[in-house]
C-alpha cells in the first residue's frame, strides 16, 4: 500500500542526489495520479528511477536547467520487463496526466520520461539527442521487449 496513491510512495520520488537537500520529496498529485494509472494500465509494477530532483542534484546529473524533476512535475519510468519503450510510450499517451505533457524515450537506456509541463512534447534522446519521435519508430530496440530478470517474472 502506498502513501500518495494505491501503489506509489513518497519516497520512490525522493531527491537521489547527495551533498545536497537530503532527500526531499514533493511529488505533484496529478503526476503520481498519472502514474498509477498507466500501472494500472500495465497492471505491474513501475519503477522510477528518478523523480523530484533538487536543484543542486539536477546540476550535477546536468539535467536541463528549467528542468520539471526541480519542479516535482517529472519522472523517469523504468521499462517494466517484458514491456517495450514503445507500450510504456503508449500508455502514457493515453493517459490524461500526460496527454498535453511531455514523454520523452530512452530507447537504449530503458526508460521513459513522463512530465505534466504545460505543452505537448513528444520525442526520443539516442546518444545524448533529442530526435523525433518518428525516428524512434525505426530503431527495433523501440519495440522490443526489456527481458524479464533471470527467475521467476512472478515472484
Known amino acids: ?56 542534484h539536477n546540476r550535477a546529473v546536468g539535467g536541463q536547467p528549467h528542468s520539471y524533476h526541480t519542479l516535482a512535475m517529472a519522472a523517469d519510468v523504468e521499462v517494466p520487463p517484458g514491456e517495450s519503450p514503445h507500450d510504456l510510450f503508449l500508455a502514457a499517451t493515453r493517459t490524461p496526466a500526460f496527454e498535453h505533457g511531455g514523454i520523452i ?32 519508430f525505426e530503431l527495433p530496440a523501440f519495440r522490443i521487449p526489456i527481458p524479464f530478470p533471470t527467475g521467476d517474472p512472478d515472484s
Open 1 to 56: 500500500m502506498g502513501d500518495l496513491t494505491r501503489n506509489f510512495n513518497r519516497s520512490e520520488f525522493a531527491c537521489r542526489g547527495s551533498d545536497c537537500c537530503g532527500g526531499a520529496a514533493p511529488v505533484h498529485p496529478r503526476l503520481v495520479t498519472g502514474l498509477q494509472h498507466i500501472r494500472d494500465m500495465l497492471d505491474m509494477p513501475l519503477v522510477i528511477t528518478s523523480g523530484f530532483r533538487c536543484i543542486t
Open 105 to 136: 524515450v530512452y530507447p537504449f537506456d530503458g526508460f521513459v520520461h513522463l512530465d505534466i509541463a504545460p505543452r505537448e512534447y513528444r520525442a526520443g534522446r539516442v546518444n545524448d539527442n533529442h530526435v523525433p519521435l518518428d525516428s524512434l
